[in-house]
Structures are given as structure tokens and as C-alpha cells.
């Protein structure tokens, strides 16, 4: 994106601003897709909205061939207003309610994972075209301890000794369970862990009376640092090396469909420095807009749109919330910043807005959405009133 270009942006909508480009999710969702095309005819790919629900970035992938992973009705829905059906909707919670998962087969959804026995039995008397079971394959691997939900003992999925009697409990209730499901963590960033996974899910897939599809979920890495994503042909290559059937193959890509489309723009409110040697940036983007930093200890790079000084230095950047753990960037070098200065953060696509909150009461940054260098549309920054307009009764205190 031009630095010109996003200097105008900010200042007519002012920061913390995203800015997402259609452009690149295109691109990565053709990448993808051609990577495991050519072994796999029978393909299904599910966007994983959780990492970012703009409505603008849904369109394009159903333009595309997309269908929805979903977790929660509400994402579904969004989904389904969208215009995705219900064949291109896989609905995998990690718990639900009766209630919800009526409302799942009210809107048609294609196919439930079942997480646990209680989903199970939550579903009896509904109806879905596709039950998956999402074991738990005891694989460490992720980018952070936080987010490897496929290790031992982790809140996902049915561990390999359950599976066997979530097996019986269906048959008994008249479910027929057709296809396996996994997802082991998130920013994974070599192919190993497919290759392990994909040995352990062919072990129990053979087990089922009716073997429709294999979805081995998401979790396809991005180099924050360099800005390369994970070799979708070399994780192809190792699950066609033991996929022995002639079934569907189902992924369900989140981060590495919308990682590198977006950027967040902020302001820098002020320079601190203490006793000659610590150094902070204060910016209008804080853990409330972009949460990745504070959560995980992640890291993003941070590119200065204004430089002026001429000698670099090592500066924290932080944000404007009443936590210690608000920052954005540590040790960073940059030229000295000054106050009014715009700093892009980049790679932000995946889990950026979709974890903003309101925390301090902040407004959820506005957004941008550009395709071909043109804005193309825009969501609105919270107002104080669109908040704070859902309390009711405060006169009758
Ligand atoms: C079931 C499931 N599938 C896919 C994903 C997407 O993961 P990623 O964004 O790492 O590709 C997630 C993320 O939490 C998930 O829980």
C-alpha cells in the first residue's frame, strides 16, 4: 500500500483505522487452493471467519468458492446474509447449546462437528447431512502454548480412548457419523505436524462405518518477521503421501487467508523517555484494538509513515489503556518519532478486529476495505452512543 495513500485514509477517518486489502486475501486464498488442488480433486475449503468477519472479506471468498467454518451461530448467520447456503456452512463449536444447535439446523447448515458426548446428545432428534468428530491427536504445535488446542488434555475435541464410545453413543441415538475433523493449533509454521496428523486421523478414520470426508482444520502459519507464509505445497504433498482414499479433503484456513491483507494505522500521542534510557512511543492503538501483542506475545512489524529524525532508536510502543500488558511492539527501532506522526502495524488481518473490544471504553477502530487501490467500502467506528445506548432503565435508579 502507498504511504501517501494511507496518510489520506487515516486523516479522513481518523485512527486507529484498519485498512484491509481485497487484493491479497484473492491472492492467498488462490495459493491455497492451488497447492492442494493438485492432489486433491475432491477439495473443500472452509474460511475460518473467526480470524476476521468483515462482511467484505466473506463476499469475496464465496465469490471464490469458499464455504464458512463457523463457531458460533452468530457467525452462520452473518454468513448466510452474506449468501453462503447451508452446504457451504461446516458449524464446529466448541461447545453448544440445544438451542444452538437447533438454531444450526433451522438455517440448514450442512455439517455439525461434534466436540464432545454432550454435543452429541445435544443434537439428538436434529438433523444435519454431515457429522464430524473433532478428536484431539495429543500434537504440540503452534505459535504460542495458548493456542495449541490439538496437545493432551487441551479443552478441544475427543481425546482417542472417548472416541470409540461417542461412536456407540450415536449409533444408539440413529446418528451416522461420516467424516473426521481436527484442528491442532494455530500459526503452525512447518508441515511436520500434518504429516503426524494426518498418520494418526487415516489410523481412526478406518474405524468409521461411513467415511465421507477428512478436515484437518486450519493452523497454516505466517512469518510475522520475514512476511512469508507457511509452504502449502510441501503440507499438501505430506497428507496426499498418506491419504489413501479417494475422499474429500476439507481445510478450514483462517490467519493465512487475511494475516497479511490488513494493516492498522495509529497516531502517536507522545514521546517519553526516562532517565536517558528507556523510551516509550504512546500511540492511539492500544491492547483494545489489537489484542495479538498483550494476548500471545506476538509479534508485528511496525513501520514509521512520517520519518524525520535521522538517528534510530529502541522505543516501546505503547497504547493508550490503563494495563501494563498495552503494548504493540517491543525494542523497536525507529527514527524518533513526534507527536501527530502516523505508525502503520502491519499484519494485522487475522484476529486484529475480530478481538477488538471496548475496553476503557474505546471505540472498536473504524475499518477501510480497498480492492485495486479504491475504497470499496468501510465499517464505521464505534460511537459512545452505540455503546453505552444498550443500558436500559438508569432513570429508574
Ligand atoms: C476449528 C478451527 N478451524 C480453523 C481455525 C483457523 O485457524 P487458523 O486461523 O490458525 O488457520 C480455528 C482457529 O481457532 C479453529 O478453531
Not at 152 to 176: P, T
Request: glycine share 8%; charged share 25%.
Amino acid at each position: 500500500m502507498d504511504n501517501s495513500l494511507i496518510i489520506n485514509l487515516a486523516e479522513k477517518y481518523g485512527t486507529p483505522l484498519y485498512i484491509t486489502d481485497l487484493d491479497i486475501v484473492e491472492k492467498n486464498y488462490r495459493k491455497i487452493e492451488s497447492s492442494f488442488k493438485k492432489y486433491f480433486n475432491k477439495l473443500k475449503i472452509f474460511y475460518a471467519m473467526k480470524a476476521n468477519y468483515n462482511p467484505f472479506i466473506l463476499k469475496l471468498l464465496k465469490s471464490l468458492g469458499s464455504g464458512i467454518d463457523a463457531a458460533s451461530p452468530y457467525e452462520f448467520i452473518l454468513a448466510e446474509k452474506i449468501g453462503f447456503n447451508g452446504k457451504d456452512i461446516s458449524f464446529a463449536p466448541p461447545n453448544a447449546s440445544k438451542e444452538e444447535l437447533n438454531v444450526a439446523s433451522i438455517y440448514g447448515v450442512d455439517t455439525l462437528i461434534l466436540d464432545s458426548l454432550d454435543m452429541l446428545e445435544n443434537s439428538k432428534g436434529l438433523r444435519f447431512k454431515n457429522y464430524g468428530v473433532r478428536i484431539n491427536p495429543s500434537i504440540e504445535a503452534g505459535f504460542s502454548e495458548k493456542v495449541m488446542t490439538g496437545k493432551a488434555y487441551s479443552k478441544f475435541g475427543v481425546d482417542i480412548s472417548s472416541f470409540n464410545k461417542l461412536i456407540e453413543k450415536s449409533k444408539e441415538i440413529g446418528i451416522e457419523i461420516n467424516g473426521l475433523h481436527a484442528h491442532i493449533g494455530s500459526g503452525i509454521l512447518d508441515e511436520k505436524p500434518y504429516s503426524i496428523l494426518i498418520d494418526k486421523m487415516t489410523k481412526i478414520f478406518d474405524n468409521l462405518s461411513k467415511k465421507d470426508f477428512i478436515d484437518i482444520g486450519g493452523g497454516f502459519g505466517y512469518n510475522y518477521m520475514t512476511g512469508e507464509h507457511i509452504d502449502t505445497d510441501k503440507i499438501a504433498s505430506v497428507i496426499n503421501d498418506k491419504f489413501p482414499y479417494d475422499k474429500e479433503l476439507r481445510i478450514e484456513p483462517g490467519r493465512y487467508l487475511v494475516v497479511n491483507a490488513s494493516i492498522l494505522i495509529s497516531r502517536v500521542n507522545g514521546v517519553k523517555e526516562i532517565d536517558g534510557r528507556k523510551k516509550y512511543v504512546q500511540i492511539d492503538a492500544g491492547m483494545n484494538s489489537l489484542i495479538r501483542p498483550a494476548l500471545y506475545n506476538a509479534f508485528h512489524r511496525i513501520k514509521l509513515l512520517n520519518e524525520n529524525g535521522d538517528i534510530e532508536e529502541k522505543y516501546d510502543v505503547v497504547g493508550p489503556i490503563c494495563e501494563s500488558d498495552d503494548y504493540i511492539a517491543l525494542d523497536v527501532r525507529l527514527k524518533r518519532p513526534k507527536v501527530g506522526d502516523y505508525i502503520a502495524i502491519l499484519d494485522v488481518g487475522a484476529y486484529g478486529i475480530s478481538m477488538a473490544s471496548n475496553y476503557n471504553l474505546r471505540p472498536i477502530p473504524a475499518e477501510v476495505i480497498l480492492k485495486k487501490n479504491n475504497v470499496v467500502g468501510i465499517r464505521e467506528r464505534d460511537s459512545l452512543e452505540n455503546i453505552v445506548g444498550k443500558y436500559k432503565g438508569l432513570d429508574n435508579l
